[in-house]
């Protein structure tokens, strides 16, 4: 979205044509590609399998399984924006590109490549980021997103946000800060998947599957503060932010093995990939045997 233009997605469709030019490097990520040394001293709350933030306030993990997470999930919003990168339609002459919760950075590396002029930022609260492959005008910094942005008001041309859900408790806040750091005119885009998993019959009649488990989801959201599927909320907390042509979409992402056609079927076998690999650890059953949301606190640090 932007200062005169504002997205706001579940999962972003449709793309620019002139992103398609930008190759998908996910398939080129390898454990060859070594940890941050960093990661080795950094304390962390260890759950479910996976490591987290020591502050216990960010509900996204670091370890390499999320990093290869990461990249799968690149790859399904690529295919569900037909290979682009950006939904918002871009100048090519963009200077200034923020991404915030950028991952293993596999974004802005190949924004680069198709915006070869613009100086594009990366930032996340671990450092994940790939080591190897990174171009000159991509640099990445360690950051909540949530502080104060080290950069001058009406500065930025482009601020990109993708599946930060779990790691941002004041969406309102984000937004404004976000506002505030865009150029009259420049552009802002968040994707986020929505946690309401349906059961689409042959009409795609819509009804809720496991009714149980996302009650039991949602209540533990509410315990701990965190609003897991804020795409709903976004176009008020946009407007609240002063950003204006406020455009919403949404994606269908089949899980199990109900999609026919080959495209829905692509988008199915990734989306399993991390459901299964990944949030498998998290079944209903274990979670609902945790009488406080909040009680993986209280597990020992590493």
Known sequence: MSRSAARGKEVMKDQAEGERGAGDSSDSYSDGDAPDPRLENMPYIEAFGHRYHISGK?????????????????????????????????????????????????????????????????????????????????????????????????????????????????????????????????????????????????????AELCPEFLEIFRSMSEKVGMDFSPSPHAPEWLVDANFEKIVQRSEILPVGDWAQDEKMRARQSLMNNILNKDYGRLSGSRIAEAPDPQGWLNLPFG
């Open 58 to 206: 960010i509900f996204l993990a670091f370890d390499e399984s999320e990093r290869q997470r990461c990249e799968v999930q690149h790859k399904l919003y690529r295919h569900s924006l037909d290979g682009a990168l950006t939904s918002t339609r871009l100048p090519l002459d963009v200077a200034r590109i923020l991404d915030l919760g950028t991952g293993t950075g596999v974004w802005p590396i190949e924004m680069a490549a198709r915006y070869p002029q613009a100086h594009i930022t990366g930032v996340d609260v671990y450092p994940i980021q790939r080591r190897k492959g990174v171009p000159p005008n991509v640099k990445f910094e360690i950051d909540d997103v949530e502080n104060p942005w080290n950069i001058e008001d009406n500065s930025l041309d482009f601020v990109h946000a993708r599946s930060i859900a779990g790691g941002v408790r004041d969406w309102p806040a984000l937004l404004r800060q976000t506002y505030s750091k865009l150029k009259p005119g420049g552009l802002f885009e968040m994707t986020e998947i929505a946690i309401h998993v349906l059961d689409f019959d042959g009409k795609f009649a819509e």
